[in-house]
């Protein structure tokens, strides 16, 4: 029994709130004329509009909500080129198993490949990563595209991509024509995880001189079961670049990650364990990197039968949740009273965190990176969320700020893509408009999308936005300089990122002076806590951070020169090679003979 009509596009709508969804972002067009319109009427649905300066920033954005705990993100791009503007963060989201929706427009039914103005042939541009990515055929399966696009997007973890036609929206259907499945989703858990899996990892753990555990973002949620686990095998803990809120700054036997950006002591003792429990973890970088050439035992726990074994031969696979399988193990593995690999990992990390605290804790000078780190800890809310952008900040992030499982933290991690921090930010006031949001960028990918400083304003999304100015693509040119003759093309002009911010409604700073930093942050952070959001610029050094994938400390491999010449370069007087910790508790380096 239908009782009267409602607008295909009003019932999309319905059918998006169903799921949860609250917030669309994008830009206007001709070909989303009826989506607008229906957003504009507002009645039924209570869907918000969110207009940013930049698709690239709708689709960022969209896409960091989900990662930080939101809603599917919805965003939406003109037919043509605010589609394809769409591409980075629907790639970005495409390699971090991110749900999200894109609702791309195109020419009116009957326009369609006539080859008209704007008309091209969309699907093609993300059929290289999308789960679900199809033209809808007429106007009334609108409803039900939309239902199916959001469902495969949440079940498969990834990007659904749907071009509607640009009347369809406007034509009606009865109200009773479509429905949503979001009543009767259920979402995939984890299968039961097989005893005698869990035997032989316990079996090969038991017996493990060297032991280390490679904690990936499947064990985020369980930090105190693997520090548990950690401390019975006296195994150091080494996270990846994405899972660090995971586990407390402060855990004596955490490590860091391995190679570029990591910390010093992952780095060395994968080089030197003997068995790896890799949990949770698509390390991108194993296999390029070798990083577990030194490795005899790899015990990789998955909940996703596809991992087992792509990043390194598993002599022990067990499929399940991580949390579970490290609560298993928790009960069998025998636990280790003396082991003197422990003590060694322990003062090597020890030696490492006072590097770290050295360089944070500078008192005057021009200021360093560091030092605004050392801020951004004293200031930050407990709870703070953090969206980081590529490039140093990635890795100084990851080394300076001293994060808890209280906090979030998310970049792009696996396509790394520069711009991603800002949407970020706008992204996690969304979801938590109480909580303390931070967007940490270098000012190169702070570059690309800072036209969005007005949408944080307009939509009183108040983030505290740091760009770290040293006026060249660092990251880029540290890794020239040890690959190339010259670093061409990677320096760029300076500008007044602070006049910028207020030229858009923000309150900015400027900051060059150790001795400046501490009232500078303070004054920021009590405007953004009155409302406010606010941008520091952060004049930095050009200081390269210490390059830890290549360590110059060891004389076994260096000299006295290069040693003393890393060392000056790094102001690492105090740092000392792993193989020199091993030794002194009478252990033997794999790697320094
Ligand atoms: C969209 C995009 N373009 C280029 C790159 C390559 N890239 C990675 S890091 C980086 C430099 C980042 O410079 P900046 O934001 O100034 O940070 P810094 O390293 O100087 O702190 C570049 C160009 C990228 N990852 N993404
Ligand atoms: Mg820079």
């Known amino acids: 029994m239908t009782h009267g009509k409602t607008k295909v596009s009003t019932a999309s709508l319905k059918v998006m709130a169903d799921w949860g969804i609250e917030t669309i972002y994008g830009i206007p067009s001709g070909t989303l004329a009826p989506l607008m319109e229906a957003l504009g009427e507002q009645e039924e649905t209570n869907i918000e509009f969110l207009q940013v300066k930049h698709e690239e920033v709708a689709a960022m954005a969209a896409v960091m909500?989900?990662?930080?705990?939101?809603?599917?993100?919805?965003?939406?791009?003109?037919?043509?080129?605010?589609?394809?503007?769409?591409?980075?963060?629907l790639y970005d989201a495409a390699m971090d198993n991110t749900p999200v929706l894109a609702i791309l427009g195109s020419r009116p039914q009957r326009e369609l490949n006539l080859d008209a103005f704007q008309e091209l042939n969309q699907n093609p541009m993300f059929a290289n990563i999308a789960v679900y990515n199809r033209r809808v055929?007429?106007?009334?399966?609108?409803?039900?595209?939309?239902?199916?696009?959001?469902?495969?997007?949440?079940?498969?973890?990834?990007?659904?991509v749907l071009e509607v036609p640009g009347d369809f929206g406007f034509k009606e259907i009865d109200v009773d024509a479509f429905y949503s499945t979001a009543h009767s989703f259920r979402d995939y858990t984890s299968s039961p995880i097989n005893v005698a899996d869990i035997d032989a990892a316990v079996e090969v753990l038991n017996n493990s001189k060297r032991?280390?555990?490679?904690?990936?973002?499947?064990?985020?949620?369980?930090?105190?079961?693997?520090?548990?686990?950690?401390?019975?095998?006296?195994?150091?803990?080494?996270v990846t670049g994405k899972n660090y809120e995971t586990f407390e700054y402060d855990y004596e036997a955490l490590a860091g990650s391995t190679y570029r950006v990591g910390w010093k002591p992952a780095n060395e003792t994968i080089k030197e364990a003997d068995t790896v429990l890799?949990?949770?973890?698509?390390?991108?970088?194993?296999?390029?990197?070798?990083?577990?050439?030194?490795?005899?035992?790899?015990?990789?726990?998955?909940?996703?039968?596809?991992?087992?074994?792509?990043?390194?031969?598993a002599d022990v696979a067990i499929l399940g949740d991580a949390g579970e399988a490290v609560n298993l193990l928790l009960e069998k593995v025998a636990p280790v009273e003396e082991s003197a690999w422990w003590n060694a990992n322990l003062k090597n990390i020890q030696n490492w965190r006072e590097y770290m605290t050295k360089l944070e804790t500078k008192e005057s000078g021009d200021l360093q990176l560091y030092q605004v780190y050392n801020a951004i800890n004293k200031y930050a809310d407990e709870d703070a969320i953090y969206s980081i952008d590529v490039g140093n900040s990635t890795q100084t992030s990851i080394r300076h700020l001293h994060m808890t499982p209280k906090n979030m933290w998310r970049t792009s991690p696996l396509f790394a893509t520069m711009g991603i921090a800002l949407p970020g930010g706008i992204a996690a006031k969304k979801v938590y408009p109480n909580r303390q949001a931070w967007n940490l960028a270098g000012d190169g990918a702070f570059s690309?999308?800072?036209?969005?400083?007005?949408?944080?304003?307009?939509?009183?999304?108040?983030?505290?936005?740091?760009?770290?100015?040293?006026?060249?693509?660092?990251f880029i040119k540290n890794k020239y300089e040890d690959t190339n003759s010259?670093?061409?093309?990677?320096?760029?002009?300076?500008?007044?990122?602070?006049?910028?911010?207020?030229?858009?409604?923000?309150?900015?700073?400027?900051?060059?002076?150790?001795?400046?930093?501490?009232?500078?942050?303070?004054?920021?952070?009590?405007?953004?806590?009155?409302?406010?959001?606010?941008?520091i610029d952060a004049k930095i050094t050009k200081d390269r951070p210490i390059p830890v994938e290549?360590?110059?400390l060891d004389p076994a491999f260096y000299s006295e020169e290069e040693i003393k010449a890393y060392k000056e370069k790094y102001e690492a007087e105090e740092l000392i090679p792993f193989s020199a910790f091993l030794l002194a508790e009478g252990l033997e380096s794999k790697v320094a003979k």
């Open 486 to 535: 010259n670093t061409f093309g990677t320096e760029f002009t300076d500008v007044d990122y602070a006049m910028i911010a207020k030229a858009q409604g923000a309150v900015g700073f400027t900051v060059s002076r150790i001795e400046d930093m501490d009232r500078v942050m303070a004054e920021a952070v009590k405007a953004n806590k009155e409302g406010k959001t606010v941008l």
């Open 211 to 238: 032991p280390v555990i490679y904690a990936g973002i499947g064990t985020m949620g369980h930090g105190p079961a693997v520090t548990e686990l950690s401390r019975l095998m006296k195994a150091p803990v080494i």
């Open 137 to 160: 055929a007429y106007a009334e399966q609108l409803p039900k595209l939309i239902d199916e696009a959001i469902r495969t997007a949440i079940a498969k973890r990834g990007v659904a």
């Open 550 to 552: 290549t360590l110059k």
């Open 448 to 474: 690309m999308n800072y036209q969005d400083i007005v949408t944080n304003v307009r939509y009183d999304l108040p983030v505290i936005n740091v760009v770290f100015t040293n006026t060249e693509y660092g």
């Open 278 to 313: 890799f949990v949770g973890s698509n390390f991108p970088f194993a296999e390029v990197e070798n990083t577990f050439a030194n490795i005899e035992n790899f015990i990789q726990i998955d909940n996703n039968p596809a991992m087992l074994g792509k990043r390194h031969n």
């Open 65 to 89: 909500q989900w990662k930080f705990g939101g809603k599917l993100g919805v965003c939406v791009g003109s037919g043509g080129p605010g589609a394809s503007h769409l591409i980075n963060g």
